[in-house]
């Protein structure tokens, strides 16, 4: 899901990357500067990430409920959706790391065997299916068992081409080109006023890009999350982060199909994403009720709530 295609890393290298260098980002928007306004956090209040980037509910008030009034709700079935489909990914990249390092250069093709044998698979999928109605939870499963099988295919097809390329690397160069992507990368937001225990989708250790999964609808908000992880990243780190990508996964036909989102984490991107933490943070500060949403999703968590009968 998150390698790129020569297509896509000749955009991100000939198109993106020198654009981020002739553009520049605006020397107060950068994570660095996490100490001086704007990007100074200016309530005394965490929030998650996915609590500032995300906007399916358009006024707000899903985080009101959440973080003022306390109110807990289970997930929808999308949100137990992506929650396995994100753990069956973590699971297949890191297995595979360390199945390579474990049998060497010399025992790659019992690596990739063990790889595809999915032990680990069914423990996933009932951790997070408890509790559906047994034609969907058949159904998740069916999918994940098709996303686990499309990733290691990938993944096998990799390493077999790194090694037909570089015949004399060792395992750590191999894991390296094949699987150039660190998964759930932990992250301390605390000087951008969020959470100490962020989780970055992943990051591409080959390309600075920072790549969050995506397996609903595409959203123009989408891309607050990779602008918020990009500005923690330089905060922590102190190196540019200038580019991001939403990968979009969807199952379909029996199949996983992926497009991927590669863009600019711009000034403008920057000063959205602050906007909205800022705001977020003001509303839970002062206990600001935002009213409930002229339209809502009958899919929101928070339905029965807002609109009761
Ligand atoms: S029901 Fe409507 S107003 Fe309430 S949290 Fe959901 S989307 Fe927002």
Redesign the pocket.
Known sequence: MYFFSDEERKYLLRGLVPRARQAGVAEELRGWNWHQPPVEPVYDVRLGLWEVAGK???????LY?RRVQGVRRPPNLAMVAGGLFHAVLVAVITRAKRLLYTEGVEGYRRALEHLRSPEELARIVAEHVAGLEPARAADLEAQAGALWQFETDRIAARVQEVLSRHPYLNEDALVFRAIPVVVEQKLDGTFLGLSPNLSADAFMASEPVVIDLKFGEPERFHRLTTAGYGMVMEAVYDYPVNVGCIVYARYRDGRWTVRKDLHLIDDELRQWFLEERDEKMRMVFEELDP???D???QT????S???PG
């Open positions: 399916y509910c358009p006024t707000g008030r899903d409920l009213a409930v949403a339209e809502c999703p929101c968590p928070y339905f709530e807002c609109r």
